[in-house]
Every structure is written in structure tokens, then in C-alpha cells.
């Protein structure tokens, strides 16, 4: 360390400065504890540009007769005005809550999520709540928020409300002006990037701040921005940027398999992350990528890195040693992909991604992130952490990573996708107020971004993982694939005919299991697929006796497979796609739409019940990549040496894919590359999927060893209106190779790229890291990626085909899901497995370990606060005042103060702090080392200049030095406190939880077979 006198002085200055501070917040603390009476101000808006003849509509009044007939197709314009108040305060907090504009708002209170609406809002449906609505005689309400311009649906009388489910207690008024004009207005206009649109650059020396929103539909992000509810959403992307409009993830289109092509730029069948859950035929026991430890595991998985790779090597090494030059190469491929992610590629150029919590992360959690989390996560309730994640990574951004100045942040906002697995109509209902916060949180992102002056040199970029299915016109019903078809008793007659019922085969899921008497731990089958669009199934080798799980099945096997030797052997494909259920709305259908199985190292085939079968094979280009072939086929049957044969079928009606729908059938008969197969496929019902789902059930060389303990035998998709599961939701879902699941949102902007446009060329996530180092300015190589740097999204100065703006109507961007669906769940299968493990419950042991765990993270500021004003929504002047004095700090000109009130994490103090080595002191330490370091370079920079030589105080090769030691003690830290976690959480509780449920249901067990008549 280098420790000049100046810098003494400073440090010391620094301290007393700090220490000045500390004492300052508390006495503001102790001040700030006083409490007002409610004095609900008048209501006030805008007059300005409302006419005198604008029409009033009270906001204690259901509907208001416009005086004002219309005609059907006639075109209407509505603009709306004014500001009322839709309850009386009772609290100062609710003044605020209790007003709303002609919009309406997303932020309703919680209590009022299954009120109904003349409008379906809040738990049940896409509309704002106390927005004003429209209605033509008796037909149905619309939506007008504060403008509107549409073809009247029908003909008769004009009636405005207001979208209360009680008004009698409204005060206000709205004002509307209604014309006719000569045809219908747009909502905004876009700049559609032409197909041949040259290629631009982008500008030198730029950050990139990634926004991604887990599970976002850009349908849904497009309607709520013509409604104006996401102001910052629509600032950034929808008219400061350029929105892809047709990018799609692979298949299955799920959290974890999409973060590994997102960070990579390629394929599963590459990077090797194939799934949510990772289930290993040799150990099977399965470990999944959305537990706590999932992330660490899931970028091990890639490569590992510090201490991990260290580890890694030397039992490479002992392997080696011991077995043999072979095995140590077997045993390193069997742990690691070797696929470099996108903080690979910057480690190289000596920076790094930073980024909080995450799906892939090479520190988990990231130090100090907890301490975000804990800021915002009511006391004790660990089992809702996942409602506070948004927040606490805004926060984490806003207060750790931005100050980083690191080329890439990333900010994950994931309560999108969990609140529409969850909640009623998902991304139609409950979720459109997450996605209105999330919009607030970026807000926070980009103001602290223009504050620190350094917006304009930073690309954003908003992006979802995948879509969601479900909710817009129909609940989904859920099909318990797993208990109906696999587990349920075989309906056996007295003569021994199996006429009915399931496989009555043992089943294994992650952490859960149910078992058939005679069955021992290795005949049974496990299935990964728990609340998704998909499912992916193992099963022993051979046939269900065989207790060999040595690797996956030949087709013959599969397609006639025995499960008991008295029985007649299964073609399992046909079986599992034949099943039969009943939807919520009492239709019984197919719940299952394709099966997929591996045929051989270059092809698949698709069995569906309704569309017959076909096969897809590739071969590798010349020139590099991948070329595919489509094939209609029938009498799919078990050939020589575990092969299987079929015939060609010359004239198809209908293929699987239902690409006859779209595709002259010509194409079939000859192989196209993959750009090709994503355009053709583009508009269809399963976009990409030709590419995504071969993809997904194929393994490249460099994963062959991994393929035999991973991979599935059969993987299984559900039909539109189903998804797989153990338990009803009213949410919705994905994993499908669907439309609504498969289809990301994509928008990009910043120097130089296009504003308001429009690119309809169809993209992949594989395409995310090219393009985001290339904003980085980091050089790349198309062979790293099988994704390709989008280039169309920067303008250039070339003579461009002059686009003219396109027009977008609400009728562009109206979703059509305004009216109410009922839900009715039906009934789940009568013999679950009990379980112990309950994660959303405070008395979960995990739950309550995690409980104990983040006591040391409380906020000290913010217990005062609570101990002021304790309850809900209550304001928090303490922790508000220290925020806004650090922010102040943290913004200041003068680099030494900003830098030091980083280095200090004032805010963040919490109980743990009271002892010298907590994490947070060390964090502290650390940033302090980093400062002086800093101000010493300065120095010697000064005295260098002044002097005309590079260095006087040997600054630079001390700072190297320091920085080493800095480095390693983190990553030794990190890796230790990961080591405990993972020992307590995973070893110790879960075994604990898995131990008790074998026992509880040891008794439980039904045999496999029932006698019927
Ligand atoms: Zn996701």
C-alpha cells in the first residue's frame, strides 16, 4: 500500500469528515420523528388547452350520457383531462395513493386486487384502475385513459365513466373533448428499418447498461406504453430507441437454458445448460439452477473461475495422476462446458460485467447485495424475498455497480416472471403493476445515470429472457403429466389384459418422488417440468427393470419400451402424445402437443397425436454452421441395432410443425441454413423452432461425455391452454417452443442508434452478446458466437432509402383482452407425495435459516425508522435523509469526495457492523484501500508532470501489487461463504427435508397395478 503523507492527512481528514457525518444522520434521525394530522389537500390540475365546452364526467357518476350518437366504423376522438380522487384519505401515505388522472393507475392498493371493475383492472384483468372509460349504448366498456382515437364498434348513444367498482365516494371530475374526424388518429409513429437497411457502427467508448426484465412480452410492454403507463420505458426504448421486433430464444424457453444463450451468443447444444434442473443419470440426484446456489453452478458449469478454477485443476490434476491423461480430459469435459460467457470476454480486456443477483453469476450473491435486499424485505419474511428483488437490484445498481464504470452492467428485474407465474391473467392482471414498477425502477437507473453526466455515452438495453402463454383469452389448465401419465395404477382385467389407467411407474421430480411397492431407487422415471410449457424425461436403460442408468436410450428402445415383462411393450412417443384430459372448460383434448427424441447425432423426430410425425436432421456447412432438413414421416418403428426406420411421406397434408401453413412444401425437400429456416419460420405458430428444438435435443462433440450422464430420453411440450404441473395457478407460463413463449423483447438505444424504429428482420437472444460487445467496443470474431452482431440498429450517415414513418393506431397495439375470464381449477391428483419443503412459508427450515441469516443485514437506519413510525408504507426519513446526503456525495464534482463517500457505504450500515470483520467493514476496508490508492496515483501523476517523468512515487507498480492482495482475499472470501451456504443450505437443510418426507411416505406406497372388470 502506498501511503504518502497527503495521503495520511487525507485519510485522516476523511475519517473525522465520516465520522462527522454519522453523528450529523442521527441527530436528523432523532428530529425527524414527528407526526402531521391528515389535511387532504384540494384537488388541482391542468386546465390548460380544455375548451369550455369540454365534457364533464364527475367521478361520482357510473356512466355520463355524451349527448353524442355515433355510428359504427365512424371515427372518434376522445381527449380527456382533469384529476380525481377515488377514496377519501385517511392517512397522509394515502393522499397521494388516493388520486388519479383520466389514465388511471397500475398502483392500486393491494386489498383492492379482486375488486371488479366495469373494465376488468387489477387481479383480474389488462385495464388501468380509475381510468375513464367509454361505452356505445349497452355494448361493453373500453378503454380511453387520457386519449383515444378509434372506429366506433357499433352505432348508438356515447357514454363516459369513470373505472371504479364504487364511485359513491369519488370527488373530481374529468374533462373530455369528443370529435369526429375524417379517419382514426395514431397513437405515435415508427420508423420501419428497411430489410436492406445498410449497416452502421457504433459510437467509440460507450457503456452498456443491460435492463433485463424476466419474462417481459413486448405486446404487453407496446399497449401499456400507448396507455402511458411506463413514461421511462417509452422515453428510452419505444421512442429513444429501436425495437427488434421478431427476436426469439431457443427452446425450451425457459429462465436458465436462455440466460446461457443470452451470456454466451450460442446454443444449448454448445454451452451446455439444457434446462431448469440438471438431473445426472450416475449420481441420480438432480440439482436445480433457480436455488439460491443456482447461479454459481450454472457459470461454473460454463468455466470456472479464481478459487473454483483452482480447485478445478488440481482434481483435474489427481484425476490425471492416478487414471491417466484420458481420464483427467474425460472428467474435465464431464464437469465444465468450456463456453466462455460475456464477462470472459471483458476479463480479457482486464474489466468485468457487473451485476447484482442474477440467473448466471460468478459471485453469489454479490458482496453487500444482501444488505440491498434486506433494505427492502420486511423482517423476517425470507419467503417472500422474491417479491423484493426488483428493488433490491435497482437499488444494488444505483448504489455498487454504476460507480463500477464497468463497460457492461446488467440490472435483472425478475418479479415480472414470477408474479405472472403466480398471479391471476399473469402479464393481462395482476403483473401489469410489477412491469409499471419495474418502468419506476429504471427511471431511478437512468436519473442516477444523468446525474453522474454520463448518459449519453451509455447504450441501454431492455431484454426478457422469453415470453409468456396464457391469460390473454383463457386460463391455462394444468395437466399433471407427471401423477395421470406416468405414476396412475395400470387398469389391469382379471385375464391379465392392461386396458386403462397410467404406466403405473415410480416418479422422481427435483425433491420430490412417489413410489409403487416392488419398485427399488433405480427403476423409476424422473421427469424435469414442474409449472412449464415442457418436460424432459429419463428413464433406465432398455426397458423400466433394467436399473441401468448408464446413459440415455436407443430410439427402438423408446418406441417400444417395457415397462413389465408380462406386459405389452409401449411405443412411448405415441402413448405420451395420445393422453387425453379435460380442460378447465370441460373439452377433453390432447394436453400434450410434441414429443421430441433423439434419433441419431444428427437427427429428431416430432410425434404429435393430431399432425403426425416428422424428422429433422442436420449436417455441418463447408462454410461453416449448421444446414437442416425438414421431413414429413409415418410408421416410425423400431429398426436394426437400436436404430429406428419410418417411411417418407410424399405428399403431406399437415406436418407437426404446421409449416405447410406457411411454407410451399418444395422446401422440404432440400436442407437451408439456419438464417433461412428463422426467417421461414418467423410468422409461424413454433418460430425458430426447426433450429431451436434440434438444438435442444442434440449434443456437439465437446459435450459427448456430458450427454451420457444428462441427457433426456424423450422431451415433451404441452398444447396451447395446458402446461405441466403438480398444482393449479391462475398465471401463466412458458418453456413451450410456442409464439407467446418463445417471442423476447428486444429494444436498444443510445449514441447513434436508431430512435422510434422498428427492425421486423427476425433475431435470436444468441445475438445479445455479439451485439453488446460490440457497443463495448470490444473486438470479436463471428466464430465465438452462433448468435450475429445486429448492425441495423445504428444509423449511418449513408443515403438511406428514405422510410416514411409509420403510423401506429391503437388498434395496432390493443391486446383484445379486456374481457373477464373465469377461473376454475380442476382437481388435482389424489395422491401427492407430502412433503416438508414449503418454500413459501415462514416456517420452511430453509426459510427460517434465512431468516437468521439476514438478521446481521438489517439496515440500522431503517430500525430506527420502524422503531419511529413501525407498520406498512409508513415514510422512512432516516434512511431517506442518510440516502439523499450519500447521493449528494456520490454525485459530487470533485472525484475525491465521490469516491470516498462510495468507499464509506454510510447508508448501508448495518447490525452486523458492530463487529470490525463483518463483510460490510471488509467491503468498507476494501474501498478505502481503493481510494488511497487513487489519490496516491494522482499525486504521483502531479509530481510526475511536474517533473516530466512517468512516476516519482512508483505508484503504479505498487497499485498493481495492492490490487493482487485486494483480489485474492475477495475471491477466497467469496468462495468460503459460497462452501458454508452451500453446506447448510443444501447438504444439511434439504437433506434433513428429504429424509423426512422418504419417511412420512415410505407407508404411502400403492402397487403399480389395480384389478378392473
Ligand atoms: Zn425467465
Redesign the pocket.
Known amino acids: 500500500m502506498l501511503l504518502t503523507h497527503a495521503a495520511e492527512r487525507a485519510l485522516l481528514h476523511k475519517t473525522t469528515a465520516a465520522l462527522g457525518v454519522v453523528v450529523c444522520l442521527w441527530l436528523c434521525a432523532l428530529s425527524s420523528g414527528c407526526h402531521h394530522d391528515v389535511a387532504v389537500p384540494e384537488l388541482t390540475c391542468d386546465m390548460r388547452g380544455v375548451s369550455g365546452d369540454a365534457l364533464v364526467v364527475p367521478a361520482n357518476a357510473q356512466w355520463v350520457d355524451s349527448g353524442m350518437d355515433v355510428q359504427s366504423g365512424e371515427s372518434v376522438t376522445l381527449v380527456a383531462h382533469g384529476r380525481i380522487r377515488h377514496l377519501i384519505p385517511q392517512t397522509e401515505q394515502e393522499i397521494e395513493k388516493s388520486e388519479a388522472g383520466p389514465a388511471g393507475t397500475f398502483f392500486y392498493d393491494d386489498s383492492q386486487g379482486h375488486q371488479e371493475f366495469p373494465l376488468p383492472a387489477a387481479g383480474s384483468g389488462p385495464a388501468p384502475c380509475y381510468c375513464l372509460i367509454g361505452r356505445i349504448g349497452e355494448g361493453r366498456p373500453f378503454f380511453v385513459g387520457d386519449g383515444m382515437s378509434i372506429a366506433a364498434e357499433s352505432t348508438g348513444r356515447l357514454y363516459l365513466g369513470v373505472n371504479d367498482f364504487d364511485v359513491s365516494d369519488n370527488t373530481g371530475e374529468f374533462y373530455v373533448e369528443v370529435s369526429k374526424p375524417d379517419t382514426v388518429q395514431p397513437v405515435s409513429f415508427r420508423q420501419d428499418v428497411r430489410r436492406d437497411a445498410p449497416e452502421g457502427l457504433p459510437a467509440a467508448g460507450c457503456s452498456v447498461v443491460v435492463f433485463y426484465v424476466?419474462?417481459l412480452r413486448p405486446d404487453v410492454l407496446e399497449e401499456m406504453s400507448a396507455m402511458h403507463h411506463v413514461p421511462h420505458l417509452t422515453e428510452h426504448f419505444i421512442d429513444g430507441g429501436t425495437h427488434m421486433r421478431n427476436t426469439f430464444t431457443a427452446f425450451p424457453s425457459?429462465?436458465?437454458t436462455?440466460?446461457g444463450t443470452m451470456w454466451t451468443g450460442c446454443f444449448s447444444d454448445r454451452h451446455g445448460i439444457k434446462g431448469q434442473i440438471r438431473f445426472s443419470r450416475q449420481r441420480l440426484e438432480s440439482e436445480s439452477g433457480l436455488d439460491p446456489m443456482g447461479p454459481s453452478r450454472t457459470s461454473r458449469l460454463l468455466r470456472p473461475h479464481g478459487t473454483d478454477k483452482l480447485i478445478h485443476n488440481a482434481q483435474a490434476a489427481t484425476v490425471g495422476y492416478f487414471e491417466g491423461n484420458e481420464a483427467e480430459i474425460r472428467w474435465k469435459s464431464s464437469k465444465r462446458t468450456g463456453i466462455p460467457a460475456v464477462y470472459d470476454y471483458l476479463r480479457v480486456e482486464g474489466n468485468d460485467w457487473a451485476t447484482g443477483v442474477l440467473?448466471i453469476m460468478t459471485d453469489a450473491p454479490p458482496s453487500m447485495w444482501t444488505r440491498s435486499l434486506a433494505r427492502h424485505l420486511p423482517y423476517f419474511q425470507a419467503h417472500q424475498a422474491w417479491q423484493y428483488i426488483d428493488d433490491a437490484n435497482a437499488h444494488f445498481a444505483v448504489r455498487h455497480l454504476l460507480n463500477r464504470e464497468q463497460p457492461l452492467t446488467v440490472i435483472w428485474l425478475?418479479e415480472t416472471?414470477s408474479v405472472s407465474h403466480k398471479y391471476c391473467r399473469g402479464q393481462f392482471g395482476t403483473t401489469r403493476k410489477t412491469i409499471a414498477m419495474a418502468d419506476v425502477l429504471v427511471g431511478d437507473v437512468t436519473e442516477e445515470l444523468r446525474a453522474q453526466g454520463r448518459l449519453q455515452n451509455t447504450y441501454l438495453v431492455l431484454v426478457?429472457?422469453?415470453g409468456h402463454l396464457g391469460g390473454r383469452k383463457t386460463h391455462l389448465t394444468r395437466y399433471d403429466l407427471v401423477h395421470e401419465l406416468f405414476f396412475r395404477e395400470r387398469e389391469v382385467t382379471a385375464d391379465g389384459r392392461w386396458v386403462g389407467g397410467g404406466l403405473g411407474l415410480s416418479v422422481r421430480q427435483h425433491r420430490l418422488e412417489n413410489w409403487h411397492t416392488g419398485d427399488t431407487k433405480d427403476k423409476m422415471v424422473y421427469v424435469d417440468g414442474n409449472s412449464d410449457g415442457a418436460a424432459r424425461i429419463f428413464l433406465p436403460r432398455g426397458n423400466y427393470q433394467s436399473g441401468d442408468w448408464n446413459g440415455p436410450n436407443r430410439p427402438a428402445d423408446l418406441l417400444a419400451y417395457q415397462i413389465a415383462p408380462h406386459l405389452p411393450a409401449v411405443d412411448l412417443p405415441q402413448y405420451i402424445v395420445s393422453s387425453r384430459a379435460v380442460n378447465h372448460a370441460g373439452e377433453e383434448q390432447n394436453p400434450v402437443d410434441l414429443a421430441l427424441m433423439k434419433l441419431d447425432d444428427r437427427s429428431i423426430l416430432i410425434t404429435t397425436a393430431d399432425r403426425g410425425q416428422a424428422i429433422i436432421d442436420r449436417r455441418q456447412r463447408k462454410k461453416g454452421g449448421w444446414e437442416y432438413r425438414y421431413t414429413v414421416v409415418d410408421n416410425v418403428r423400431p429398426g436394426a441395432n437400436g436404430a429406428a426406420e419410418f417411411d417418407v411421406v410424399e405428399n403431406p397434408k399437415t406436418d407437426p410443425l404446421k409449416l405447410l401453413q406457411e411454407v410451399w412444401p418444395q422446401y422440404f425437400t432440400y436442407y437451408h441454413d439456419e438464417e433461412k429456416w428463422l426467417q421461414l419460420t418467423a410468422p409461424t405458430e413454433y418460430p425458430d423452432g426447426v433450429v431451436t428444438l434440434t438444438r435442444h435435443m442434440l449434443w456437439q462433440d465437446h459435450l459427448k461425455v456430458r450427454e451420457q450422464e444428462y441427457a433426456p430420453d424423450l422431451v415433451v411440450t404441452a398444447r396451447h391452454g395446458w402446461f405441466f404441473g403438480t398444482q393449479n395457478t391462475p398465471g401463466t407460463t412458458?418453456g413451450y417452443p410456442l409464439a407467446d413463449a418463445v417471442r423476447a423483447t428486444w429494444y436498444l438505444s443510445g449514441p447513434n442508434i436508431r430512435r422510434g424504429a422498428r427492425i421486423h428482420e427476425p433475431a435470436r437472444l444468441a445475438d445479445l452478446t455479439p451485439t453488446i460487445l460490440t457497443m463495448a467496443s470490444v473486438n470479436t470474431r463471428p466464430e465465438w458466437f452462433e448468435g450475429t452482431v445486429r448492425r441495423t440498429v445504428f444509423a449511418t450517415a449513408a443515403a438511406e432509402p428514405s422510410a416514411d414513418d409509420t403510423p401506429v393506431h391503437w388498434r395496432d397495439v390493443d391486446l383484445q383482452a379486456w374481457d373477464k375470464l373465469d377461473y376454475a381449477p380442476v382437481p388435482e391428483f389424489d395422491r401427492q407425495p407430502i412433503t416438508v419443503n414449503r418454500p413459501g412459508s415462514p416456517w420452511d427450515v430453509n426459510n427460517i435459516a434465512y431468516n437468521a441469516l439476514t438478521v446481521g443485514d438489517w439496515s440500522v437506519f431503517r430500525l430506527v425508522d420502524d422503531a419511529l413510525a413501525p407498520g406498512k408504507d409508513k415514510k422512512k426519513p432516516v434512511t431517506e435523509t442518510v440516502d439523499s446526503i450519500e447521493r449528494r456525495g456520490r454525485r459530487s464534482r470533485h472525484k475525491w469526495v465521490a469516491e470516498g463517500t462510495h468507499a464509506l457505504n454510510v447508508s448501508e450500515v448495518s447490525l452486523s457492523d458492530y463487529s470490525l470483520t463483518s463483510s460490510g467493514n471488509m467491503y468498507r476496508a476494501n474501498g478505502v484501500v481503493d481510494w488511497l490508492q487513487n489519490r496516491g496515483t494522482r499525486l504521483d501523476e502531479k509530481i510526475s508532470d511536474k517533473v516530466g517523468r512517468n512516476t516519482v512515487l512508483g505508484a503504479p507498480k505498487v497499485n498493481r501489487a495492492v490490487d493482487g492482495v485486494q483480489d485474492g482475499y475477495w475471491d477466497v472470501y467469496k468462495y468460503v461463504q459460497r462452501l458454508m451456504v452451500e453446506v447448510l443450505d443444501e447438504t444439511v437443510l434439504n437433506g434433513l427435508e428429504n429424509n423426512v418426507d422418504r419417511a412420512i411416505n415410505a407407508s404411502r406406497k400403492t402397487p403399480p397395478e389395480i384389478l378392473v372388470q
Open positions: 424476466d419474462g425457459d429462465t436458465i436462455s440466460n440467473p425478475p416472471d426478457s429472457d422469453h412458458h
